[in-house]
Structures are given as C-alpha cells and as structure tokens.
C-alpha cells in the first residue's frame, strides 16, 4: 500500500518548480500518452492546472476551459500563469504550457472553496445505474495492447463497446467505472484529467480511431468522495468530423463531482 | 424594412473602432441589460468577439469560451487582443472587456471556415419538436413590464414556463423559438450571444430570480440559416446554487448551429 501521494504516477507526473514569478518548470512523462503516441490531453490540462493552483487564492477548481493548440510530447515544459481577478468567492487566472518555446495549450480557469459554497439544490439527472465494478468487465485485459495511459487509468464496463473488439457498434454513449490504476483518489484537479482520459465515444460509430481536441470545459460540482468513479459519456452531434463529447463523472457516494464538455475533430 | 446591417440594434451596439494594434473602443449599450440592470452576458461576449474577429485569419467562430469576472455596464469600453496561433485549419486568440480600465470578461476563441469543413457525419440528437412560431405565444406579450434585451431579442413559446405568470413550474428544460427583434438574422458570432439572452430556464424551479454567469461556451456547428432559431434548454444540475445550463440552437431548415453550456450561480 503506497502511503504518501508522491509515489502515485499522476503525483509525481503533473508535478512542477518554481523557477520565477508566474513561471513554473515541469517534465511531461510519457506514461500519459495515448494509441497515437502523444501526450493526453487531459494530463496536459491537470498538469497545467497544478501550476496555476499555486497562485489561485482558492483551494478548489470550479471550472477550466482549454483551448488545444499543437499536440503535446514528453519532455521538459513550462507553465507561465497570470492572477487575473481575485475576488472574495472565486479567483480567476490564466496559464499557457509551453514546450520548446512552443505554446501548446491556454487554459482560463475559476478557483473556489467548493465546501463554503451554499444555496438552492435540484437534481432531475441520475448517477449511471451500474453493476459493482467486480462483476464489470476490464476492457483493455483480452491481450490487447495498451496505450501508455491505459495502464494509469482503469475501466471497468458492464458492456463493452463493439470498436474495443474492432466492430463498432454505432452506439456513441456509454456508461462506466472509473479511477487511476494505482489507487490514488481523484480531486478536482485530477477530475479535470479523468473527463479526458479514456477512448472518445465516438469511435465506436466506426470512425478513424482517432480524434484532436480542440476545446474542452470541464466544471466541478463537488469535491471527489474516495473510491471507484461512476461515467457517463455521450457525443450527440457528429457533424463534417467535429463532435462534442459531454463527460459526467459521479463519485462512489453517487454524488455528481465533474461535468465536462469538449470540442473535438476527427482528422 | 431595414436593408443595411448597420441599422440593426446588434450591428450597431456591439460595433467597435479600432485604436491600436490589438486594441478596440466600444460603447456598450443600455439597450441589452437584463431585469438585474446589467449588461447581458451574451451581448459582452459577442460585443468581444467581433472585436477579436478583426484580427483572426478565419472567418466564423468555431468555439469561445467567456468567464465573467465583474459585472457589465453601458459606456465606453476596450478590448484588448492577442492572436495566440493561427494554423492551417483554426486560428486561436484571447480578448479582454475592459469598462473603467477593470476586466470585466475574459474570453479564449477559436476561428476556422465552417464552409471547408469536411469529415464524417453522424447525429442522434433531434431538432425541438415545435409548432409554427405563428401558433405559439409571445410570453411577454402579457402587459408584462419588459427588461430592455426582452425588447431585442424575441421568443415565442408554445407552453409559457408557469414562472414568467408568477407560478414556477419546477421543470428547468424548455423549447422554443427565438429571433432578433428587429429581424436581423444570426451568424456564428451572433449565435454566441442568442445562446445566453433569454431568461434562465433553472428560474421555473422557483429560485430567486438572479442567475450570475460563471463560465460560458459555445460551440458554433454550422452557419445559421436565415429565420427563426429552434431552441433548447435545460438544467439538470442545480447543486447547492451552482448550476449548469445547455443551450442548443436549431436554424430554419432544421440544422443544429450552436451549442453552449454555462456554469452559473445562484447569488
């Protein structure tokens, strides 16, 4: 059992220094990439929002939009941050991950103290009804092989989408258990990770394998309770090969902890 | 009837001059506050957005992302401008709505020609199910004292939410038809402004009647035909005041043109 976060992969992966004022160093791993062989989107984003969190006055993410502007390698990067308004209940900065000098992801995003916040609640959405993720099945365990990020980022899915077997089934929605694979807890900024972190839905409508980000937006509505992540997925509007992808995440509670959205194009 | 653009209340109200390099002065307009006496979100982020246009290398908003820092007002203002990247397919840029020398509005934005865009087409989703616009009601067409946007952008409703007659309903979703007053017909920048101009769909839960915009993006997924828009709301999520609001608009000939959420709060 590991017993301190610095010993879990996303830890030490999205981990930075300070090297001046607004300006952090960090080294991108290639445990995070994908089957096209480039660094995750989502792990782009944790990572750059690590950076910004140092000097955010809150100590919550509420909501961050990314917008993508060249793939992203591993290797050594920076995070340069700008402290844009703090007021008494949000805090709202900007970072932008360089590597080699080249600008590769700029990121807005709103801070909070997600426990003080107070007022109306109504739920008409449901958490996924799904089986315990013992008697789910591990898509990726049939002797496939894994993308780097497949082994740091565990599913577990009561049915498994047909593309995963190679005969997509035309289905673009599906619902599923989640966690990092080495057991660490999520957190709001690991949330905005987790959003991005398995096979867009849409390949199971039998497209290229393959699909760029171009924008995503994820908002966190509560803080991640420990345990298995409850998924649901859907992309809806599959137009001229853009299409958005809508993520919700539940923690093991049933509580509603991530929402997110994002732009995408299929090359 | 009007025949040149910069007749329409919109042309004219979210026009700018240029002054500088990446530097806008506006006057914003009285014309499109909304019952609080602020300017409405949509029209800060369009009234940013053309400014930006001015200096990207694409013709139509692809996606924007907007979060709300300080509240808006009608006067003179500034928009400052960056060109982040400009690709082969997308160019990228960031603005800021400056009243009194304070930011009100940050937005990152990504352009590219929606008419070139080429790739595979697949979609579950249905335009709203709606009856002619001349067969549903005007809902403020009751001797209701009207806010200003209320007098420029106009919907019509074939079930009027028990909310806007003084009895909330308690279904935060709704469909229906909407326009510029004054028939000016939407384009892509246009559409980012029409997703947040009606009354938020979570009031027909009996909330108080204030709704602050935290974080709003939008999608633009085809250039809008000509006419009435078909729209789509709803919130699922209303989580201690937080809440999320999708937006989707629908043009004339039955294409979905935008898509949007905000993250907004309940004060």
Redesign the interface.
């Known amino acids: 059992m590991l017993t301190t976060t610095a010993h879990y992969a996303y830890d030490t992966d999205t981990a930075n220094t300070r090297v001046a004022e607004h300006e952090y160093a960090l080294d991108l791993s290639d445990r995070w990439h994908t089957p096209a062989g480039i660094a995750n989107g989502g792990y782009l984003l944790a990572s750059t929002l690590r950076a910004l969190h140092r000097d955010m006055a809150q100590p919550d993410l509420?909501?961050a939009?990314a917008?993508y502007?060249?793939p992203g390698t591993a290797g050594p990067a920076r995070v340069r941050t700008e402290a844009?308004?703090a007021g008494r209940r949000?805090a709202?900065g900007?970072a932008s991950l360089f590597r080699d000098e080249r600008?590769i992801l700029?990121v807005?995003?709103?801070f909070t103290d997600l426990s003080t916040?107070?007022?109306?609640?109504?739920?008409?959405?449901r958490a996924p009804d799904l089986p315990a993720p013992e008697e789910c099945t591990d898509p990726l365990a049939a002797g496939l092989e894994l993308p780097p990020i497949a082994r740091r980022v565990q599913t577990r899915m009561p049915k498994v989408p047909g593309f995963l077997r190679g005969e997509p089934g035309g289905t673009?929605?599906n619902e599923f258990w989640l966690r990092f694979a080495d057991g660490r807890d999520a957190d709001p900024i690991a949330l905005a990770m987790l959003v991005d972190s398995t096979l867009p839905a849409v390949f199971d409508?039998g497209?290229v394998p393959a699909s760029a980000t171009?924008?995503l937006?994820v908002?966190i509505?509560?803080r991640p309770a420990p345990g298995w992540l409850a998924c649901r997925v859907a992309t809806?509007?599959?137009?001229?090969?853009?299409h958005?992808e809508d993520f919700e995440i539940w923690d093991s509670t049933g509580t509603?902890v991530a929402?997110s959205?994002q732009?995408s194009?299929?090359?």
Chains 1, 2 share one sequence.
């Open positions: 509420l909501v939009s917008h502007l060249r844009i308004r949000t709202t900007q600008e700029r807005l995003a709103t916040a107070a007022g109306p609640t109504s739920i008409t959405g673009s929605a409508l497209t171009v924008e937006t908002h509505r509560n809806r509007y599959l137009i001229d090969g853009y958005e509603l929402q959205r732009l194009l299929i090359p």
